[in-house]
C-alpha cells in the first residue's frame, strides 16, 4: 500500500524568482509544491480534490488574485486561499477577506509568517474534508433507514423514550427496541449520544 502523499500547495506567481524562493521555503516543512506562472492555466488545471492550499499573488499581468480568488470561491474551491502582494492596502484587505481569502500577507514575505499561516490553512482544509466525508456516509447511511426506523429516529432524538415511543406509534415496547438496536447497528452508533450527535440535523429536517 502506498502511503498517503504530503499536502500540495498552490503557488501562483507571474515572478520565477519568487516562485523559485517559495517553493523552497514551504519544502522545507515537508509540503509538496506546485508552481504556476499564468493564473487562467491553475484554474483550468489544478487538481481540486488534492488536499493542501493556494498560495496568490495579487498583481499579475492579465487578470488580478482578486479576480481569480473571486472565481475560485464562485466554483466551489475549497482549499483555503493565501494572497501575497507587494503593495497591499487597507482595501485591498478588506475586500480579500470579504471575498473569502483564508490570510492576506505582504511581500517581502516573513518565512516563520507564512509557513505558520500555511500549516493552519492544511490544518483546516484537512479538518473540513474530514467532516464533509463524515456528513456524506451519514447521509448515506440515513438514507439506508425505513420510513418507521426513520420515525423512531426521530422521536429519539426529540427525548421520547421507548414506553413514550411505543404508545406514540401503536407499537410494543418490544418492537420499538428492535428498532433502536437496528437504527444503532445501521448507523454505526455506539452510545445515544454519538446517535443524537452525528443524526438529530439530518432527523429534524426528515421531520413532517
Partial sequence: MNPPLSPLIHL????QAVRDS????????GLRVQTWAAPLAFIEGF?????????????????????????????????????????????????????????????????EQLLEALQQAVHQHVRSRERGQADQSARERFGQLSDREREVLGMIVAGLTNKEIARALGLSPRTVETHRANLF????????AQLIRRYAALAEQDAP
Avoid: W, Y
Fill in 185 to 192: 447497528a445501521k448507523l454505526g452508533c455506539d452510545s445515544l
Fill in 12 to 15: 501562483i506567481d507571474d515572478d
Fill in 47 to 111: 487538481d481540486r480534490n488534492s488536499i493542501g492550499a493556494i498560495v496568490l499573488d495579487v498583481r499579475m499581468p492579465g487578470i488580478s488574485g482578486l479576480a481569480v480568488l473571486d472565481r475560485l470561491i464562485a466554483d466551489g474551491v475549497d482549499q483555503p486561499i493565501i494572497m501575497l502582494t507587494g503593495h497591499g492596502t487597507v482595501e485591498m484587505c478588506r475586500r480579500a477577506f470579504k471575498a473569502g481569502a483564508a490570510e492576506f500577507l505582504e511581500k517581502p514575505v516573513n518565512d
Fill in 22 to 29: 517559495l517553493a523552497l521555503l514551504i519544502g522545507t516543512v
